[in-house]
């Protein structure tokens, strides 16, 4: 939708990122949360992710942005190329600049990222005074934009209210006007909009679909709304167990899921045109996700899966493309009912 | 196909005999607004600002609405986490808007909260153990060996591994955050939940176990639920009846099935039509109401009908005069002036 994207955005990736490994050491042992993910982000494109909770969907953004107290987390590989310059190479201090600045991070949970102690209003004044130079009186009137641009009334006046006095999606909203304040060429959205009802979340998903427009914003998305992905993502990565488990553009991915995983998550939503809506149980993936406290090296999904064989409890499945820019980790061919032949 | 579970919701709706366990009427809460170096109060939020409704035993109420229109406040009110400006609240008849102390413990213990953001029940420097069994204990409820079982079995029924009650908060993901709250909600089997947007961070496998828990449960043990959400199918979904809420006020209340398949309010029609759905083809093409201007302030609520300055079937009459509460069905209530008018 929009910007025409090319199938493969290799070529002009604004980020590129390679084999992140990232482990938490505790008290029952070694946390695999993520195993090697790997993904690129084109100029003005919008990567929806979508995983299982505890999947490393945060961890992976916090893991690229530097953001993870070392230890209890051990970074054992990884990069990312942020137009050429490997951030996860960067000192402590060089970070903190571009995240504020040509990088916005939104956190899933706004009361852990806001400070309960200084007011909205000069928490989002300090971005564009410390980045953008601004001075006083113009940084205030640019948040009051801002916070208006995502539907908070009487901007100017809420400017001088701490963050409890903020209902949980006006929060959210305010942790958005934050990470847009600086126009950062990348937007790294963690669940954002999860507190949001339909109608504010079609509002903040127009301005941001029109940012990309204007300022060729490339986005991440992470989300578990599946809805929010079929209406704002190019293309859609899915997670499982530290790994991303099938990528592909959004429409062969809803149209086609190959991933047992994938699969099953979208036949799990409940339809609101549903006339049945009430009656019953919600399908849900039968078991429980891995510990993750080994180190992966069968198919991390097989436990739960309804097609797993031999061969998947004894190796793990690359990514591999299968059909045009669609990329699955599966040793079972779903289309013919039958495990691949190679 | 109505399963079992469906059949004994019908007999809910139909059964008027069922007594109500929670009624409120005229409910308010305000909050000051102090501005100026001697912070003096120069007016109001009114957050929520008088409303009507009664839930029965075993029944769920879902309450939906834009963020920010009061749902949180009305939770917080009726568990008296808040105290009310206005209005009385009775649980089993007995007029609980003014109880305080032991009495007031007493009743924490028949209605619990499983709050929005995490953060607002997860002690950080508790583990994860002491969290959920910290009411259990305060309670005497159990304790030795028997109090380690119950966490176990809580945690357990919320989806996550009992290993893991020696972490603390952080070291969990966003997701099985929220469903730390939701154990420690569950832990004194309690009468009454008010479920402020408990699956809102979940990935929808997870939500469907939740809200497949929390059926189970209540069906069990004959729980009440308040259900806060803006996932519209979900609530179609887990209530009975549901409230529409729009600045402070309710706005429409209806069995589920016929406010989905009727909505009376123009407010309600537009939130239906904002709905996301899980098709990017049907996504792109289908049609939305888009509300024109901007939410207004709950300090300063338009006269009248408070939707007059959005709604699309707005008439001088509407800013005018405040639409009364009607009853246009059994069961069936809106405010306002033109509903059911053909
Ligand atoms: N500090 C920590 N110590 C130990 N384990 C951790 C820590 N932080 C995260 N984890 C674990 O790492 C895994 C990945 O967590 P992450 O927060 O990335 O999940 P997620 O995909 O974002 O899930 P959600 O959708 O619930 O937010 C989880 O299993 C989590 O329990
Ligand atoms: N402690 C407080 N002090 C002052 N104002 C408050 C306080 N708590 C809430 N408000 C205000 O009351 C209004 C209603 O907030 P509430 O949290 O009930 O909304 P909500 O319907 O739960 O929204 P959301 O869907 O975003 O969670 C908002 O305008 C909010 O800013
Ligand atoms: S590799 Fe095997 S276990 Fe894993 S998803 Fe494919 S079929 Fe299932
Ligand atoms: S009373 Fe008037 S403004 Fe209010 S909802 Fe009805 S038509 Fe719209
Ligand atoms: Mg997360
Ligand atoms: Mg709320």
Redesign the pocket.
């Known amino acids: 939708m929009g910007v025409p994207l090319s199938a493969a955005p290799a070529a002009e990736a604004v980020l590129a990122v390679e084999d992140i490994q990232t482990r938490f050491h505790t008290q029952e042992g070694v946390v695999h949360a993520v195993n090697g993910i790997g993904f690129e982000l084109g100029e003005g494109e919008v990567l929806g992710v979508v995983g299982e909770s505890g999947s490393g969907k945060s961890v992976t953004m916090l893991s690229l942005l530097g953001l993870l107290p070392t230890p209890p987390a051990e970074i054992v590989s990884g990069s990312a190329r942020l137009e050429g310059e490997d951030l996860m190479a960067l000192d402590a201090d060089r970070l903190r600049k571009v995240r504020g600045a040509r990088v916005g991070f939104i956190f899933q949970d706004p009361m852990t990222s806001l400070n309960p102690v200084l007011t909205v209003g000069y928490q989002l004044t300090e971005p564009l005074r410390l980045h953008l130079g601004m001075d006083k009186a113009a940084a205030r009137e640019r948040a009051a934009q801002l916070l208006d641009l995502v539907g908070i009334p009487e901007p100017t006046s809420r400017l001088s ?1 701490f963050p ?7 929060r959210q909203r305010v942790m958005i006007a934050i990470a847009l304040a600086c126009s950062p060429k990348v937007l790294i959205a963690d669940e954002p909009t999860t ?3 339909v109608t504010i979340q079609a509002q903040i998903l127009d301005v941001v679909k029109r940012l990309r427009r204007e300022l060729g914003m490339s986005i991440i998305w992470i989300t578990h709304d599946l809805g929010v992905v079929a209406g704002l993502a190019d293309r859609v990565m899915v997670m499982y167990g530290g790994q991303v488990v099938e990528r592909a553009d959004v429409k062969s991915l809803y149209a086609r899921p190959k991933h047992p995983y994938t699969r099953g998550l979208l036949r799990t939503l409940p339809s609101p045109d549903d006339e049945d809506g009430s009656s019953g149980r919600l399908a849900s993936i039968p078991g429980h996700p891995p510990s993750l406290l080994e180190a992966p090296a069968s198919c991390p999904f097989a436990p739960r899966c309804e097609h797993a064989f031999d061969r998947c409890h004894r190796e793990n499945p690359m990514l591999e493309t299968r059909g045009e820019g669609h990329e699955v980790a599966c040793f079972f061919d779903v289309d013919r009912g039958a495990p691949r032949a190679d | 196909m109505p399963t079992e579970s469906a059949m004994a919701k019908a007999c809910v709706q139909s059964d008027d005999a069922t007594p109500v366990l929670l009624e409120v009427e005229n409910l308010a809460k305000h ?1 000051p607004i102090m501005r100026g170096v001697f912070r003096r109060q120069v007016g109001s ?1 009114r ?2 600002d008088g409303v009507d409704f009664h839930i029965r035993e075993r029944e769920t109420l879902g309450l939906v ?10 939770g917080r009110v009726i568990l008296r986490l808040y105290d009310p400006t206005a209005g009385r609240i009775a649980f089993r008849g007995e007029d609980i808007g003014g109880v305080r102390g032991e009495s007031l413990r007493r009743l924490r213990q028949s209605m619990q909260m499983v709050f ?1 953001d995490p953060q607002d029940s997860l002690n950080p420097r508790m583990t994860v153990g002491s969290i959920v069994a910290e009411p259990l204990v305060e309670h005497g409820v159990a304790k030795g060996r028997a109090l380690d079982d119950r966490v176990d079995e809580l945690l357990n029924a919320v989806g996550l591994s009992a290993r893991f009650a020696n972490r603390y908060p952080h070291e969990f993901s966003g997701g099985q955050r929220q469903r730390i709250g939701i154990a420690r909600a569950l832990a004194l089997e309690p009468e009454f939940i008010v479920c ?2 408990p699956i809102a961070a979940l990935d929808v496998s997870i939500q469907a176990q939740v809200v497949n828990l929390l059926q189970d449960l209540q069906e069990r043990l004959g729980l009440t639920y308040l259900f ?1 959400s ?1 996932d519209l199918a979900m609530v179609r979904h887990i209530a009975d009846r549901v409230a529409v ?1 729009y600045l ?1 006020k309710i706005v429409e209340l209806a069995p589920s099935d016929e406010l989905y398949r009727e909505p009376l309010h123009p407010y309600t029609r537009a939130l239906m039509s904002a709905a996301p759905v899980h098709d990017p083809e049907l996504e792109a093409a289908r049609e939305r109401i888009i509300l024109t201007g901007d939410v207004p ?2 300090a300063d609520p338009p006269p009248g009908c408070r939707f007059s300055t959005r709604c699309p079937m707005a008439t001088p009459e509407c800013s005018a005069r405040e639409p009364e509460w009607r009853e246009l069905r059994p069961g069936h209530r809106v405010a306002c002036h033109y509903a059911g008018d053909a």
């Open positions: 209210d409890h006095q903020f209902s949980g999606g006006m507190a949001l009802d | 909050f939020v957050a929520v609405g834009e963020s920010g229109c009061g749902k949180s406040t009305a929005q402020d947007e806060i803006h809420m402070g302030s709950p």
